[in-house]
């Protein structure tokens, strides 16, 4: 558990992140969101030290962070940041090692690590271990850069920004592959962007900065349903509201009784996909598939009324 | 574009290489051969450029040239050349000078190498250091050098009569004294701002990494940025051996010694071959320097940079 409390960082007088209160349970994601200048980045650099507030405090677990050295401290959580930030001069596998190395693992132990999260993150690992950086695709060096975070197994990672260069197609793959990860080490993960989408998509909780203040923190349907400001509303787009309330939840927990005709949609999509399935295909509800059988139907006046506004 | 190279290569090493020794036997050579031998030196380099060798083949390449030479020299075919005829007689000063010389070069870019990486490790940290440093560098740098050693005459003797075991050290207002501090003063300035340089240079994103997963100030410096600036560094002193090999021609007008001995003996006897015997193996030093020095700063980079 990440507990920050009432912390400030001034440059020179002026308030980069002012009097932020926030609470991030153990095992989930907690995603920062806010424009840039919001302090979102410097409220995550906090955590690790990599800045040093101006007042107030973090505790890690119940621990107050100022009386970690920072290095220490450092080796414990997970860093990741936009532009994955690899040793050019380092091949793959040395730069999963270096937090490993730096906590003085022993070598067989290392390896064994390197080559379990290569294998994680769909990287063959006789193939790539010894490749430099420089030889990989985007989003080979961006897998890379998370698997380095998550070497030394901690039970934090923050990440900056981390699929910020990344095109849509590999990007959505990266958040599918982050939030298998997360469910499967139970890592804390604290994730900043500018992207709401993607802040929907996989956070926990969503905490929306501007200007230095929290202005809400909240679960992604409080967030859609009840803005706390009219920045927060902007942020999520007026208009995509409905679309975005729908995206939160799959069909197989909307199954309705009933039999519908033509393609059926499997009960993992999310509402909002079987919501642009029944416009584009013009028909008034959709067969469900569960495990190849069909289970029932989703149907055009159901989600709308999923969609609607929460009273 | 490779062939035309190789065809260039093949010519070369028939006609360059072979004809002067025969051809121009008991004969001093002319203003021609020179010109010649430039303009094929010219295209070879031109050709091996354009060839993009791998760094061990130029060395290689580098070597077997120097074989060749030293194998033309040792068989006593070009023994009746003006300019040997001329080292026959003062075989034993040569060597001694070549000595001084390399001494000189080498011990001047070592001392500022050993002084220059710490100073433009402070530069990089220190941002108000840096502008004064390179600020004073780059006066140094513009004073001309028969001036710096004049200039360092004074200093270096009132040294040598008022600290006790300087003297005896061998530092003295005239010799190999001044001329090393002025040579060490000429290449400090591209070494710092090499090192500066390419400490800047490193990714940021690199950085802030090796920050964010803990290593500490030390770590960051031996495992990252200095690793990720060497071969920026290793230019700078590239470029610093081989001007400090051409500049200690001049110590000799200080009594620095050096090949520049035979150069201003040569100038003052109006013997052309005397200046040469100087000149050639300042020139070919330099040379093999400049080829081996930017092999060994393209091998460093390998990897480091995208190609």
Redesign the interface.
Known sequence: MIEIDNITKRYDGVAVVDGVTLRIEPCTICVIVGTSGSGKTTLMRMI?K?VEPSSGRIRIDGQDIAGIP???????IG?A?????????RTVGQNIA??PK?LGWDKDQTAARVDELLSLFQLDPAQFRNR?P?ELSGGQQQRV?VA??LAAKPNIL?MDEPYGALDPVIRAKAQQDLLAIQRRFGTTIVLVTHDMEEAIHLGTTIAVMDKGRLLQCATPAQIIANPATPFVAELIGTSERPFRMLSLSRVADHVEPGEAAGEPIDASASLRDAYGELLWSGRPALPVRLDGRIVGQVTLEGLSRLAARPQ | MVLAALFVLIGRSASGLTPPGDSFARVSPGAGFWLLVFAFALLVTDALTRLRLPPWARIGILMAIAGAVALLLWSGSWNDLSTLKEYGTRERAFWAEARNHLVLAFGSVAAATIAGVPLGLVCYKIKPVRAAVLNVLNIVQTIPSIALFGLLIAPLAWVAANLPGASALGISGIGAAPAMVALFAYSLLPIVSNTVVGLLSVSPAAVDAARGMGMTGRQRLLVVELPLAFPVILTGIRIVLVQNIGLATIAALIGGGGFGVFVFQGIGQTAMDLVLLGAVPTVVLAFAAAVVLDALVEMTSRGGRRP
């Open positions: 690790n990599l920072a290095f220490q401290l450092r080796r414990r860093y940041i936009q532009g994955h930030g690899l040793f050019p001069h270096t937090v730096l430099m420089h850069g380095r975070a923050l």
